[in-house]
């Protein structure tokens, strides 16, 4: 978990008077259908500021999974695609140790100073990895961003283990040295 979150969540209970555990009973009870409608509650009927209730909200929606547990709902159904996913985890692993692995839930954030790649299962035989790569021209392979719209300014669509090649990994390395 990044640090600022983590620092925040410790300081809930001393800012907003309850820990992130009552506040997420408090909003399961509510049940809003709006996130905006839960954030407004908070901001209104308790007092917490914005960025609080921006959190506890955004954190209460993630039924306490776990990273992992974010993970292996990506890929049920998908199982085939998981050994990619793997593969793709222990190399950007091997840039530095300021590289941040964030499970959401339908996709993966790497991140270093900011989000450098994102890895999404997109149909049960392809995974799409989007990147950051400001002023890299396109290719066949390198795509644009496509459905990652803004996240992303490339896509390059994976299949299989073997699409794990040098030039793949050249452009990972690229938007990992440009995230800082």
Same mark, same amino acid.
């Given at each position: ?68 547990? !974010? ?7 998908? $199982?085939?695609?998981?050994? +990619?996913? %793997? =593969?793709?985890?222990?190399? /950007? ?64 669509? !994976? ?7 040098? $030039?793949?990994?050249?452009? +990972?390395? %690229? =938007?990992?040295?440009?995230? /800082?």
């Amino acid at each position: 978990m990044d640090s600022a979150l983590q620092t925040m969540i410790n300081n809930m209970p001393e800012k907003t008077g309850k820990s992130l555990e009552a506040w997420t009973t408090i909003l399961k009870e509510k049940a809003f259908e709006k996130h905006g409608q839960a954030v407004t509650f908070l901001k209104q009927e308790h007092g917490v500021t914005h960025g609080f209730a921006n959190t506890i909200v955004t954190l209460s929606k993630q039924d306490n999974n776990s990273e992992e547990d !974010l993970v292996q709902a990506q890929y049920k159904g998908k $199982e085939a695609l998981f050994p +990619i996913y %793997e =593969a793709l985890i222990a190399f /950007v692993n091997s840039l530095g140790a300021d590289v941040v692995i964030t499970p959401k839930k339908g996709s993966v954030s790497i991140i270093r100073k900011r989000q450098f790649i994102l890895i999404k299962p997109a149909t049960k035989t392809r995974i799409d990895l989007g990147f950051k790569l400001k002023d890299t021209p396109t290719t066949d392979r390198l795509e644009n961003s496509g459905p990652f719209g803004t996240m992303c300014t490339h896509r390059v669509k !994976l299949s299989e283990i073997n699409e794990i090649d040098a $030039e793949l990994k050249a452009w +990972i390395q %690229e =938007a990992y040295d440009k995230s /800082v």
